[in-house]
């Protein structure tokens, strides 16, 4: 297993390597031997950045960052990798979307931006993948207890979980566990699918 | 010592013929990659593309970075036939 982030130095159970997503070249060096492995099985973009804002008031500067991080890295990581899966013959890619989408929640039109994107993106290249044996499918979290919502204010998490179906606020687990099953083989026939943790 | 174009287009040509099941005389440099007489689909042009990125770097010892913007700014061509891509790749080789 093989993590991509920011700097190599994070801690994970499994060897981290620095790239940044969005610049194809640090993706390709970074992962050169990803693309020739017929070992891999899966990508997962669970990367992203988010910048609670109005749109009038984001800097152009900040909503270039996040289109470029959200959905620029992840096609890059779906060029770079899902020659590997190819090779294979089969395989999952699983990408990272958000429960603002349906919900479009105010003050994160950019970040909505960048994921509807990926969803639609997605979609697509699952069309794109299902010959190779290769399915592509969406998982869309609200907000989950990390590091991407640590400054936003207690009081609109709980605003947008009273907007799930499921009006709790999901664990990691329960990311996981969405995650698991469309890692596994019984996964085959779902593809271009956007799941909702906690439904929408 | 380099790879004659001669070589990466019977390479290309047996390539193609094996993804499309035919015989390989029916296959020549001329053969369309790309548009509406082609004879592979996206999906075997997506295979094709990968084994002629391995012959590249294991024969060759060049890099056929398909997704580059030079390769793609003249991809129409380069992917135009057999004959294009055997000599894309030919030319990849330093002179």
Request: proline share 5%.
């Amino acid at each position: 297993m093989v993590g991509l982030g920011r700097s190599s130095g994070a801690v994970a159970p499994f060897e981290m390597r620095a790239a940044d997503v969005t610049d194809p070249a640090s993706v390709a060096a970074a992962l050169a031997d990803v693309r020739r492995d017929k070992g891999v099985y899966a990508l997962i973009n669970a990367a992203g950045i988010a910048s609670l804002n109005l749109v009038l008031t984001t800097p152009a500067a900040t909503i270039r960052r996040i289109i470029e991080t959200n959905l620029l890295g992840t096609i890059f990581l779906c060029q770079q990798v899902a020659p590997a899966l190819i090779r294979r013959g089969n395989g999952r890619i699983i990408n990272f979307s958000t429960m603002g989408v349906p919900l479009a929640i105010k003050g994160e039109a950019i970040y909505v931006a960048s994921k509807a994107g990926v969803e639609g993106f997605s979609r697509a290249f699952a069309r794109e993948m299902s010959p190779h044996g290769v399915t592509v499918n969406i998982v869309a979290p609200g907000p989950i207890d990390t590091a991407l919502i640590a400054k936003v204010p207690r009081e609109k998490v709980d605003a947008v979980v009273r907007q799930q179906i499921i009006q709790r606020q999901a664990k990691p687990e329960d990311v996981w566990n969405i995650v698991s099953l469309l890692l596994s083989p019984e996964s085959s026939m779902i593809s271009g699918e956007t799941i909702h943790v906690g439904g929408a | 010592m380099s790879v004659s174009y001669e070589e990466v287009e019977r390479f290309l040509r047996d390539e193609v013929a094996s993804l499309t099941a035919g015989p390989p005389e029916n296959v020549s440099g001329a053969t369309v990659l790309v548009g509406t007489s082609r004879v592979v689909d996206s999906a075997d042009l997506v295979m094709l593309l990968l084994a002629a990125e391995e012959y590249a770097r294991d024969k060759m010892n060049v890099a056929f970075d398909w997704t580059s913007d030079s390769a793609m700014s003249e991809a129409r061509s380069t992917l135009r036939n057999i004959g294009t891509l055997a000599r894309h790749l030919t030319d990849l080789q330093p002179a």
